[in-house]
């Protein structure tokens, strides 16, 4: 009597449970009001963001091919004199490059151990409260314009600290002064990130390497700093961008001679410091002083590509997931 009256209840009885019950079609195939209108916004910020960097392209390549068309690759790339104003005017990017490099490598030697222990103490020590203090505290920093940034490194760092206090022997600029004042800018980004990435691992991690006898700073460098690693390689290849693509501090900081850079004493104008000034100036539209504008803004554009290049395939070798 008890498997007939389970067999035609079906298997739901028959286990003791009531069966859940199939959705309706009309349920399943119904749809928030603002579920389509919202995939329509999504597709087209999508397709803007898409128009906006092949139009950046546009813009920067086709006066760029006028240039090249005057001016070889090979001497544009390995000249080492830029004077595209003077009457023997010559194009060798070289000493734009030398300069960008310098300050980036100076800003990174600054913002990066800066950062990284900002982020080890906001994620591994700090406690909650005081996270709460120190975390808007750092990220005022990044709220602050670039042109006080740039008149700082200018009036204090340069003037003060590196002619007064260190008795250097450098001038009115340095691409020192700049590239010091760009890694101060650049710590909130990799400390905000890195901290991001750092408080992403799971805790058990850190109970594991504690109940195996690890100290708390044992756990945190060999245990949650590798776990975090493709975080930690995004934000530290973010605050390159950032220093190769800064403008105003470099443009105030750093100098307007267009020479190739062996000492970070020396001053020395970057890619986009040049941007900065010659864009100012009265070259005529559609020249060959004009169009070195966009050629260095190609170089940089695509110096920038390289590195988010770098950064992703970075950020893939060593991407863990839990």
């Known amino acids: 009597m008890t498997s007939i009256t389970a067999r035609k209840g079906g298997p739901g009885l028959a286990s003791g449970h009531p069966a859940s019950p199939s959705p309706s079609p009309s349920l399943r195939g119904r749809r928030r009001p603002g579920e389509a209108l919202a995939k329509v916004a999504l597709r087209l910020a999508a397709g ?97 314009p670039t042109v006080v940034y740039g008149f700082f490194a200018l009036q204090f760092v340069q003037a003060t600290v590196l ?14 002064a700049a590239g010091l004042v760009m890694g101060v800018m650049i710590v909130p980004t990799i400390a905000s990130i890195s901290e991001d990435a750092m408080s992403a691992v799971p805790q058990a991690l850190r109970q594991g390497s504690a109940a195996l006898g690890a100290n708390r700073m044992q756990t945190t460098l060999r245990v949650v700093f590798p776990a975090a690693l493709s975080g930690i390689i995004a934000a530290v290849v973010l605050g390159v961008s950032r220093a190769v693509g800064e403008t105003m501090i470099v443009a105030i900081a750093a100098g307007n001679q267009a020479v190739v850079v062996t000492d970070p004493l020396q001053q020395g104008q970057t890619m986009t410091g040049f941007i900065a000034n010659a864009a100012l100036g009265d070259s005529r539209v559609g020249s060959l ?31 863990e997931a839990y």
Request: hydrophobic fraction near 60%; proline fraction near 5%.
């Open 289 to 319: 002083e004009y169009d070195t504008l966009f050629a260095v803004g190609l170089l940089l554009f695509c110096i920038t590509l390289l590195i988010n290049a770098i950064s992703i395939a970075l950020v893939r070798r060593f991407r």
């Open 48 to 144: 803007i963001t898409i128009v906006t960097t092949l139009g950046i392209v546009a813009a920067l390549l086709v006066p760029s091919l006028g240039f090249f068309a005057e001016v070889p690759v090979s001497d544009f790339l390995f000249g080492d004199r830029w004077a595209p104003r003077f009457a023997e005017a010559s194009f060798g990017v070289l000493p734009l490059v030398t300069a960008t490099l310098w300050t980036t490598v100076i800003s990174l030697a600054v913002a990066v151990p800066l950062g990284l222990g900002a982020a080890i103490l906001l994620s591994e020590y700090a406690s909650a409260r005081l996270r709460k203090v120190l975390k808007p505290l750092l990220e005022i920093l990044a709220g602050v």
């Open 163 to 176: 002619r007064e206090w260190l008795q250097l022997p450098t001038g009115a600029f340095s691409v020192l």
